[in-house]
């Protein structure tokens, strides 16, 4: 059995269900982060794969809900840590007509930030008998900047011990001190990472490029087994064996919420891949779900719907 291990910090999440702008507002609770959401879809397309999230929550009956709700959702919490003095964050999202979204944060209290208290020699060795370990730009503003060396430290020795690294950017400039803080961060993600999936938005923002061809470039120097480049409705770029190709993709005309799209994308590649799928028929499902995903309200697609997608329009790709 494969076992993948994604690292980062999932969230109490506020979903507006007011019709209209009513006031008050209704909110939908529910929760949702960047790596969790990325777990999820994983483990639903390739259930016979072992999914654990690494994190940290709290003592609060939010935190006690949300790991009855990673449960819920199949996902191991062997590495789900519990904080005594903080909770878990929480975020309120708002979408506008085009399905695009705005959030608002409070995470300053979040047990994720300490996650590296946790993570002692033992633990970490537990994971290296791991096959991928995953994390995100988000996962990195997320620690506390104390902890980032210990961080550092623990990938290395996943790396040496054969786990592969796993690096999606996701670029928030508002969770970074200063660009450069972040560019610091990055190089050194991208120096420890076999695979890398970036998105051209977030090298637009952090490294001003603009096109998947300068993203590319940028990459060359570092040593990636695999570079999966996402351009919205452009397509996907991805690199392997210093061979190129380019795939299409059809544009969504019903977009709900855009919440998720990359998460999804993420976790059906990750775990195509690790299913032995080659890197173009990854790409077509992992597009084809984050397709599915951007038609519904919220990160988390209700589990019976998205389960008959599955049935009906990804089993037939995988064959």
């Known amino acids: 059995m494969k076992k993948l291990f994604l690292f980062g910090e999932c969230m109490v999440e506020l979903l507006n269900a007011s019709p209209n702008a009513q006031l008050p507002q209704t909110l939908k609770q529910s929760f949702a982060g960047d790596v969790f959401n990325t777990a ?27 790991l009855n709700y990673f449960e819920e959702q199949d996902i191991a919490t062997d590495f789900v840590y519990r904080s005594e003095h903080k909770i878990s964050g929480l975020y309120a999202i708002k979408t506008d007509n085009q399905g695009e979204r705005t959030f608002t944060y409070w995470r ?17 060795e537990k994971m290296s008998y791991g096959d991928m370990f995953f994390f995100s730009g988000i996962s990195l503003a997320v620690i506390q900047p104390n902890f980032r060396d210990e961080f550092w430290k623990m ?19 508002r969770m970074w001190g200063s ?12 120096s420890f990472s076999d695979v890398a999936l970036p998105g051209v938005d977030d090298f637009s923002q952090l490294y001003g490029l603009t096109t998947a061809d300068e993203v590319s470039s940028f990459c060359e120097p570092y040593n990636f087994d ?15 064996n210093d061979i190129t190709t380019h795939i299409d993709i059809t544009p969504v005309t019903n977009v709900v919420d855009t ?17 032995g799928i080659n890197c173009v028929d990854s790409i077509k499902l992992a597009s084809a779900s984050a397709a599915e995903v951007i ?6 697609v209700d589990k019976e719907a998205f389960s008959q997608f599955i049935n009906k329009e990804l089993l037939p790709l995988i064959g």
């Open 40 to 66: 999820v879809y994983l483990k639903r397309v390739f259930s016979d794969m072992q999914v654990s999230i690494v994190t940290a929550v709290g003592n609060d009956d939010f935190s006690n809900n949300m």
């Open 108 to 124: 300053d209290n979040s047990a994720a930030r300490d996650v590296m208290e946790h993570l002692n020699s033992s633990e970490i």
């Open 155 to 173: 990938v290395k020795k996943l790396k040496e011990t054969g786990v592969q690294i796993v690096f999606d950017p996701n670029y928030r400039a």
């Open 179 to 190: 660009i450069e803080e972040a560019q610091e961060q990055y190089d050194k993600a991208f």
């Open 226 to 240: 695999e570079l999966v480049i996402k351009n919205g409705e452009e397509g996907v770029v991805c690199i392997r």
């Open 259 to 275: 919440t998720s799209a990359g998460d999804s994308f993420n976790g059906v590649y990750l775990g195509a891949r690790a299913a």
């Open 295 to 300: 038609q519904h309200r919220g990160a988390i």
